[in-house]
């Protein structure tokens, strides 16, 4: 999708003078490459869909400084260029057991909206297309409250109701741990679970389609999609899966999944974690990605020829040991489209919620540099605007009135 607001567009644009000015470290002769990866990045809306910092807030992390640990926080959402995040609300078993996991999905809005609140300059929960351009014009990040998986509100719409008016927009029926009325891909997998949604299942689908509320198809299980895909009136999404085709993983979406969610009008957006991203991973393999990571951040902030071409080599050379790095990102990005279609492909990072990212994407900050790799493998400049945020854009548009 062409991006067309021009409010967005001024607000994207400044970023771009940011990123040319500051520091001073761009020579003439890297100017091209700038234009070719960086503006591009800069003047997409970036959308993620799938972060679980509300868990590290929960945990006593602040997002409100640059932290030197974890994948994201408000200085580097904005360093990477992002625009709009999917902030999972999640539910851990063991709230289910004690009884208070409604509460406790409560408590994570809760934090949200304080810290979005006390730091109403930079960030805002949006509800709607509306509040969420307006969001970018404001150079804000535009927050959308999602539930990763159904378990906090139990058999109740009346819970799903009240957590709809705190701002939930985006709804994951399941997590590793299926739901009474949903099946999540783990246990189908198991084959502990055999059925797909319960009639009640089916009944919370037509609700949130009523209420506008996107239904996330991530976590659950084959027999389980198909219940949604034939019940929903409306585009759903993957919010943070990738392609079974590349790497068999039962999280991840196999190529008839992903045609029937583009038949859908959907969007899969793909996942980081390197576990769903190739087999045969080296052991000590979160230790040796931290290790070239920091290879990596001494070329931070410097875009010459000779330091891009550095960084090159120090991924390709992990590459060739087995390590996940950005370009198996980029390749389940190629499959999907090519499987989907580039109007129902996105990015859906789970960072925050991962033991440890791809060499080259260690975190946030790093996103212009998936926008530099996709530009490499050919895709046009409009292609990559739909697959960094305007396919999902469109879905939002469509089901969040």
């Known amino acids: ?100 996991a409604f509460a406790k999905a409560n408590r994570e809005i809760d934090s949200l909206a304080v810290i979005a609140k006390r730091n109403s300059s930079r960030m805002s929960i ?19 409250v999602a539930l990763e998986g159904g378990h906090p509100v139990g058999q109740s719409t009346d819970n799903i109701l009240a957590l709809y008016k705190r701002g939930l927009r985006v709804f994951g029926l399941t997590w590793n741990n299926s739901t009474a009325w949903a099946g999540s891909a783990k246990d189908e997998a198991a084959g502990r679970r055999r059925t797909g949604l319960s009639d009640h299942g089916r009944r919370v689908i037509r609700l949130l389609d009523s209420l506008g509320v996107i239904v996330d198809i991530s976590h659950l299980g084959p027999k389980s999609i198909d219940d949604v895909l034939r019940t929903t009136g409306n585009p759903v999404i993957a919010s943070h899966s990738s392609c079974s085709a590349i790497f068999p993983h039962p999280r991840n979406l196999t190529d008839a999944q992903l045609r029937a969610l583009a038949a859908n009008g959907g969007v899969a957006m793909i996942n980081y974690f390197p576990v769903y991203l190739k087999a045969r991973l080296p052991k000590n393999v979160g230790s040796l990605c931290a290790r070239e990571e920091q290879r990596l951040a001494a070329l931070r902030g410097t875009f010459t020829a000779e330091a891009l071409a550095q960084r090159d080599r120090i991924i390709a050379a992990a590459a060739k040991r087995g390590l996940p790095t950005i370009l198996d990102v980029a390749d389940h990005i190629e499959h999907a489209i090519k499987t989907a279609g580039i109007d129902h492909v996105g990015l859906g990072s789970d960072f925050d919620g991962i033991d ?11 996103l212009p540099y998936l926008t530099r790799e996709l530009l490499r493998r050919g895709l046009s400049e409009e292609d990559i605007r739909k697959v960094l945020g305007g396919n999902f854009l469109r879905v939002f548009a469509k089901v969040c009135r």
């Open 126 to 144: 949006v509800r709607n297309r509306r509040e969420l351009d307006a969001a970018i014009l404001g150079s804000k990040l535009a927050c959308i």
């Open 356 to 366: 440890y990212a791809p060499v080259g994407l260690g975190d946030v900050t790093a």
């Open 1 to 100: 999708m062409v991006r067309q607001e021009i409010p967005a567009r001024l607000s994207a644009l400044a970023r771009v003078a940011v990123i040319l000015f500051s520091g001073g470290v761009i020579a003439l002769a890297g100017m091209q490459s700038v234009r070719d990866w960086r503006a591009v990045h800069a003047e997409a809306v970036v959308v993620d869909g799938h972060n679980d910092i509300l868990s590290a807030i929960m945990r006593g992390h602040s997002i409100e400084k640059r932290r030197s640990t974890g994948h994201s926080d408000l200085v580097r959402f904005r360093e990477g260029g992002l625009d709009v995040q999917l902030c999972s609300v999640w539910v851990s078993p063991e709230h289910l057991q004690r009884g208070d």
